[in-house]
């Protein structure tokens, strides 16, 4: 251990021992997965991120040796742990200049979001060094004035390679693009099961896996428009759940971002009308529901039903406000006789 800790002190990474691990220490060969907790904090106590409460939830990290990750100097100072060992490491400048991309990153899947949000128009050293915000303030501090960092770790379980089954974005192009089908089955077995949540997160990182391979494409390409009718019915699922779970506005942008490439799309007309309904756009909801009627008549029935299920929302809204209005400005038999007698 004497060796390890000599030799990451020449790299310029200083680490402490914060609590031993238990038995042998791994030999890590690639392939290896690792799971561990970490706090990412300026070297004055700044915290920048903590796995445990990321995103409202506590989720472990989970890397792949020999992957490639963006912060090399994760993978370097795990294989110095035991398993259950949490350990302190204080990380030169050299090992942390990318550390804002791969925060970003970790915040965006955290809350749900694309990774690759807000990190799109440039990358690598080249963004680190630029004016570009990444919409987080500390990170946009570290990124014009990189700093060594403190990362304090904890090992929760060391899985050597074929021993588990691999997470999509660790695959190959050709093993994620065999693994969809896949996926995209266990989404819709979970919606069936009344696993709302659990679908939508299968779907979503179904789409996510995808639009990282369209992203290598020309947008318009043979391969690009044969992965993008991949998304659309993965999109459209994820609508479904998301419609039932109540998050209308994400509805409203996906559906539309169908309707701007495929103009004749029923479902994502059919979803949005009702996502329009349920946040009270009645003309953007009938104009949809009219454009569904237009391109299935066949649905005239579920469109009849949807406009009844409307109008009468729209109803019981506005009996609500009009007994509101009334107690508001004391409108009662009292309150009229006490005034016309006054």
Not at 128 to 154: A, R
Not at 208 to 217: F, H, N, V, Y
Not at 247 to 272: G, M, P, T, W
Request: with cysteine; hydrophobic share 35%; glycine share 8%.
């Amino acid at each position: 251990m004497e060796e390890l800790a000599i030799k990451l002190r020449a790299e310029g990474i200083q680490k402490k021992v914060i609590s031993p691990g238990k038995g042998e220490l791994s030999t890590f060969p690639n392939g290896t997965k690792v799971k561990f907790h970490y706090r990412t904090s300026l070297c004055d106590g700044t915290l920048l991120d903590d796995s445990r409460t990321m995103g409202g939830h506590s989720k472990p990290m989970e890397l792949i040796l020999g992957k490639k990750f963006k912060l090399p100097v994760w993978e370097q100072v795990v294989t110095t742990m035991k398993e259950g060992e949490i350990a302190e490491f204080t990380c030169d400048v050299k090992h942390t200049a990318l550390y804002p991309l791969v925060s970003l990153s970790l915040r965006n899947i955290s809350q749900g979001k694309d990774p690759l949000e807000g990190q799109r128009h440039c990358c690598g050293i080249a963004q680190v060094h630029s004016h570009h915000s990444l919409g987080h303030h500390d990170l946009d501090k570290l990124q014009s004035n990189p700093q060594p960092l403190i990362f304090t770790l904890e090992l929760l379980q060391v899985l050597s390679p074929g021993s588990y089954q691999q997470e999509i974005w660790a695959m190959t192009d050709d093993e994620k693009l065999g693994a969809i089908p896949q996926i995209h089955e266990e989404g819709n077995a979970l919606f069936k099961s009344g696993d709302i949540s659990g679908a939508a997160e299968k779907y979503y990182n179904a789409i996510a896996c995808l639009k990282s391979l369209q992203m290598k494409e020309r947008p318009g390409d043979e391969h690009w428009i044969k992965l993008d009718l991949m998304i659309t019915p993965l999109l459209l699922n994820y609508c479904q759940c998301k419609l039932l779970l109540g998050q209308y506005y994400e509805v409203l942008d996906h559906c539309s971002s169908i309707i701007n490439k495929y103009e004749d799309n029923v479902k994502a007309y059919f979803k949005r009308g009702k996502a329009h309904a349920a946040v009270w756009n009645e003309a953007e909801a009938r104009a949809d529901f009219a454009k569904v009627l237009t391109l299935d008549p066949s649905l005239e029935a579920s469109i009849a039903k949807e406009l009844r299920a409307m109008e009468e929302r729209i109803r019981e809204k506005e009996k609500e406000e009009k007994g509101r209005y009334k107690n508001l400005f004391g409108y009662s038999g009292k309150a009229s006789a006490a005034a016309t007698t006054g």
